[in-house]
């Protein structure tokens, strides 16, 4: 029982610095590899993004929530870029993307994935996720929410 009180206030201390520290994510969509040819959808928490289990699958988000794709194919082997038709907006590790510098999608990229906030701005070009060694490793997505 004790150790029970003790676990819940850890919890609290813990997710108290945790909403000090960065915005809180609202959906988690986890992503691996398929050899080079495809990324895979794992499992995404919250709002339906796509089918768990399809290769390559379009993707639908939601404008204003906050993203964090936990990339299980590794930056080093298939680092992932959010992009537009023309443009990477935002890649996981090297190169910069356009949109990398803006604060209100406050994009912060790391060894296991990337996190960003889906701002109309970034709604309105991003078309497209893809590896940025395997062209083919690539899928559309779609906003809801913007007109
Ligand atoms: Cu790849």
Redesign the pocket.
């Not at 590896?131 to 395997?134: F, G, I, K, Q, V």
């Given at each position: 029982m004790r150790l029970l009180l003790l676990a819940s206030v850890l919890f609290m201390i813990s997710s108290l610095a945790l909403a000090q520290t960065d915005n809180p994510v609202d959906t988690t969509i986890t992503i691996d590899?398929v050899g080079?040819t495809a990324?895979v959808l794992m499992d995404a928490e919250g709002v339906g993004v796509a089918e768990v289990g399809v290769e390559n699958a379009a993707w639908t988000l939601q404008v204003g929530q906050r993203y964090r794709i936990v990339n299980n194919?590794e930056l080093l082997?298939?680092?992932l870029e959010l992009r537009s038709d023309t443009d990477i907006l935002l890649a996981q590790g090297d190169p910069e993307g356009t949109l990398e510098g803006d604060t209100e999608i406050n994009f912060v990229s790391d060894d296991e994935g990337v996190t960003f906030t889906l701002t109309p701005e970034l709604a309105e070009s991003l078309t497209t996720y893809r590896?940025?060694?395997?062209p083919v490793?690539t899928g559309s997505i779609s906003v809801d929410g913007t007109s």
């Open positions: 590899n080079a990324y194919g082997f298939h680092p590896c940025a060694y395997h490793m």
